[in-house]
Nanobody, 127 residues
Framework: QVQLVESGGGLVQAGGSLTLSCAASGRTFSNNAMAWFRQAPGKEREFVAAINWSGGSTYYADSVKGRFTISRDNAKNTVYLQMNSLKPEDTAVYSC????????????????????WGQGTQVTVPS
C-alpha cells in the first residue's frame, strides 16, 4: 500500500521557519514528480511547489517564491519543503502529492497531475 506521510508542521511566529517532510512508502518515487499543495480554512486547495523526478527543476507559486524551497532525497524516497519568512497567510494544511507516471513533465501546478496524496500537516502562523 502506497503511503505519503507528512511531518514537521506546527505553530511558528511570523518571520519564522519550518521544514516539512513527506516520506513515501509502498513504492519508490525516484522517477516521479512530487509536489506540495495547501488548503486554508474556507479556501480551495492551492499549488505551493513542485519538483521534477531528478530534482533538477523546481516550480513555485508566486506567493511563496523566494521564501520556500522544495527538495528531494530519492535515496530516502522523501521530499521536503523548507519554509522561511512565514506569514499569517501561509496558515494552512500542507499536503504532499506524487505523480504515478514515470518522468512525466508539465502541468506541475495542477492537482490532477498527482495520483497519490498524504493526509497533510497543519502549519499555523498567528497574526
Amino acid at each position: 500500500q502506497v503511503q505519503l506521510v507528512e511531518s514537521g508542521g506546527g505553530l511558528v511566529q511570523a518571520g519564522g521557519s519550518l521544514t516539512l517532510s513527506c516520506a513515501a512508502s509502498g513504492r519508490t518515487f525516484s522517477n516521479n514528480a512530487m509536489a506540495w499543495f495547501r488548503q486554508a480554512p474556507g479556501k480551495e486547495r492551492e499549488f505551493v511547489a513542485a519538483i521534477n523526478w531528478s530534482g533538477g527543476s523546481t516550480y513555485y507559486a508566486d506567493s511563496v517564491k523566494g521564501r520556500f524551497t522544495i527538495s528531494r532525497d530519492n535515496a530516502k524516497n522523501t521530499v521536503y519543503l523548507q519554509m522561511n519568512s512565514l506569514k499569517p497567510e501561509d496558515t494552512a494544511v500542507y499536503s504532499c502529492a506524487a505523480d504515478s507516471v514515470w518522468r512525466r513533465s508539465g502541468s506541475y501546478y495542477s492537482p490532477r497531475q498527482y495520483n497519490y496524496w498524504g493526509q497533510g500537516t497543519q502549519v499555523t502562523v498567528p497574526s
